[in-house]
């Protein structure tokens, strides 16, 4: 696509976004008014607006089960051309709608006249106050959405990245009911990992369900649920004989000795996902840990998660790359770094029944990144 018809494109994309918004009719009442920054066309106009995404299934975990995820859509505009960005916050994460709002509310974009300072536009959004990181991911997300349109290239291919390398994607089951649970393992068909919840009193009850349907392999991740190392070990050689890959955050994110002398015993790799936000958390991790689950709303978006997987690189560590409940938006974005990782579990968007973009595919199960310019989505 040249730069006119990408232009073109792109302000199709300003319409059909305003009209999903407007149609969508789940706008919540805090900040329910869509938000713009000032700004001419040479400088970056800042707009977002609540969405609360609803899930197909009632999604369960070790420390809570929920039905929707709150969500802030954003877009940054520069010279014509639309960058998409999106916040999902799901409640443990500590941040809310309003939280977002009252950040990106707080932020003078408009500032700004060269989107191609993303160290400068990224270093001031952090500055503007601590945590807020799905609040700052929301932004950097539409950064690279922009500068990529602006470039007329994806991010993989910028960052020079072979997109044949992407891992497959796991589809998670949650923690459910055995005759749920049967039916979530029907609608693994497509995918050839199954990412399995545990950390309830029913763990293997619930993979000898999934076993007595597929013998797909399994990445196992507890979510903080087991509480004790001696069992949680015992746990960990039990799955290994039933074709797992990898165990995540096998306990609370505090047990750091703990966790520690299980990856010393574990015959499976512990991958830290609560434990670790930021970047600096990375070499916190090293020695307690085997790898790392990137995500860009705990990591403040692909800048930072770039830095984050390279880190980690050079520290032998293994990589996978996750997302919350998001829409493709955030999906797709994560994907551009798909290329680094030795695992994906990107099917967050899989698992809302509202999303508004079309963007990452799951194809015979392996990540397919769109090949458009950006974080390659458009508004559906
Ligand atoms: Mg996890």
């Known amino acids: 696509m040249n730069r006119r018809d990408f232009l073109k494109t792109a302000a199709q994309g300003i319409v059909t976004a305003g009209i999903a918004a407007t149609a969508g009719g789940s706008l919540l009442t805090a900040c329910s008014t869509p938000k713009t920054t000032k700004g001419g066309s040479n400088h970056l106009k800042l707009s977002f607006e609540p969405y609360e995404l609803k899930l197909k299934h009632p999604f369960g975990v070790a420390v809570?089960?929920?039905?929707?995820?709150?969500?802030?859509?954003?877009?940054?505009?520069?010279?014509?051309?639309?960058?998409?960005?999106?916040?999902s916050m799901p409640?443990?994460?500590?941040?809310?709608?309003?939280?977002?709002?009252?950040?990106?509310?707080?932020?003078?974009?408009d500032q700004f006249t060269d989107p191609f300072r993303m160290d400068e536009i990224l270093e001031y959004v952090d500055s503007i106050a601590p945590d807020n990181r799905a609040a700052k991911a929301s932004v950097d997300i539409a950064l690279h959405d922009l500068t990529g349109k602006l470039l007329g290239q994806p991010w993989y291919k910028i960052w020079g990245f072979s997109p044949e390398k992407a891992p497959n994607t796991s589809f998670t089951i949650g923690i459910d009911t055995a005759e749920v649970v049967r039916q979530k393992v029907e609608e693994t068909t497509p995918y050839k990992v199954i990412k399995v919840k545990l950390g309830s009193d029913h763990d293997k009850e619930l993979v000898e369900i999934i076993r007595s349907a597929t013998d797909k392999p399994l990445c196992v991740d507890a979510n903080q649920g087991w509480k004790d190392k001696e069992q949680a070990l015992e746990m960990i050689e039990w799955l290994n004989e039933r074709n797992t890959l990898f165990i995540e955050q096998p306990l609370p994110k505090e047990m750091i000795d703990e966790t520690a002398w299980i990856r010393e015993r574990s015959p499976l790799p512990i991958i830290a996902d609560e434990f670790l936000q930021r970047l600096p958390d990375v070499k916190r991790a090293q020695g307690v840990y085997d790898g790392i689950n990137i995500k860009l709303m705990k990591s403040t978006g692909l800048r930072e998660a770039y830095k984050m997987a390279t880190l980690a690189r050079a520290l032998d560590m293994k990589l996978m790359v996750g997302c919350m409940t998001e829409t493709s938006c955030a999906v797709t974005a994560a994907a551009q770094l798909a290329p680094l990782m030795d695992w994906a579990d990107l099917d967050g968007n899989l698992l809302i029944a509202n999303d508004r973009f079309d963007g990452i595919k799951i194809v015979d199960g392996q990540v397919t990144i769109p090949d458009r310019p950006g974080i390659g989505v458009i508004p559906l």
């Open 64 to 87: 809570n089960t929920r039905t929707h995820t709150p969500d802030v859509q954003v877009q940054i505009e520069y010279e014509g051309v639309i960058g998409y960005g999106e916040a």
């Open 91 to 109: 409640p443990y994460l500590g941040e809310t709608e309003e939280s977002v709002c009252k950040f990106l509310a707080s932020l003078k974009l």
